[in-house]
Each structure stands twice: as structure tokens, then as C-alpha cells.
């Protein structure tokens, strides 16, 4: 779905700005609320790759390697770990696995959520506190 940007140019300097709604990040083609779910569902659901694809993922054609996992899941564990994306979360070590900063992550956006949110299960907790927090 296409996301709307306005663009402001600055009178004085020429600078142009864009400005997005919130939840959406920069280079990222999926919302900050998504990736929070996601990273609930893997690391603290302990769903599969391809579980978390199927419930996260609009794609309903699928690529070869979908078979096996989505890597696209990894790489945002990844960046969790090396504080490139939802920095406000503490790391979880260098030993940890990208299932342990998954689930670290996804435990700190949950605790953001609104307190309206509480009996919620954990995973959509940490869909609202992505949203917030992006």
C-alpha cells in the first residue's frame, strides 16, 4: 500500500524535508507496528519464519527461499542487535541469538504500549508500542 509524503522546502536555505505518517520508517517496507509484531511473534510467541511470514507478509506468491524461512525476519533480529532499529531497547548481549534480540525487543515495545492495551496478548502489545514508538 502507497504511503503518502509531503515534501517542504525550506524558504531560507532550500532544504527540502519529507515528512511521513507516523509508524512509517525510513527504508523499511514494512511499518514500525508490523515489524514489532513480527519480532513478538518470533521471539516471544516462538512462531516459525514461516508462520510469522504467513501472518505478517502481504505476499501471497512466495520466493524459494520462504520454503525455509524469511530472511527479511533475520535482518531486522539483526539490526534490533546492533541497535539500528528500535534503539530505545536495551541490547541483549553479544551472545544472544537473533531470537533472544527479537524476543528483547519485542518485550520492551510491549511494555510501551498503552495501559489500555494490558489484557491483550503480548505479541499485538507490541504491535501498539511499535507504533508508538516509531
Known amino acids: 500500500m502507497p504511503v503518502t509524503a509531503r515534501r517542504y522546502r525550506c524558504l531560507s536555505c532550500g532544504a527540502v524535508l519529507l515528512v511521513v505518517p507516523r509508524g512509517v520508517l525510513g527504508r523499511r517496507a514494512y511499518s514500525a507496528a508490523a515489524i514489532g509484531f513480527a519480532l513478538a511473534l518470533w521471539g516471544l510467541a516462538l512462531a516459525t519464519a514461516a ?10 506468491i512466495l520466493g524459494q527461499s520462504a520454503v525455509t524461512g524469511w530472511t527479511t525476519l533475520r535482518r531486522w533480529a539483526r539490526d534490533v542487535a546492533q541497535r539500528r532499529l528500535f534503539v530505545e531497547a536495551p541490547g541483549s548481549g553479544p551472545s544472544a541469538s537473533l531470537r533472544q534480540s ?5 518485550a520492551v515495545l510491549a511494555a510501551s504500549a498503552d495501559p489500555t492495551t494490558r489484557a491483550l496478548p503480548i505479541e499485538h502489545r507490541a504491535f501498539f ?3 508508538h514508538a516509531a
Open 51 to 60: 508462520e510469522v511470514r504467513r501472518r505478517v507478509g502481504p505476499a501471497k
Open 102 to 106: 527479537a524476543a528483547s525487543a519485542a
Open 129 to 131: 508500542g511499535a507504533a
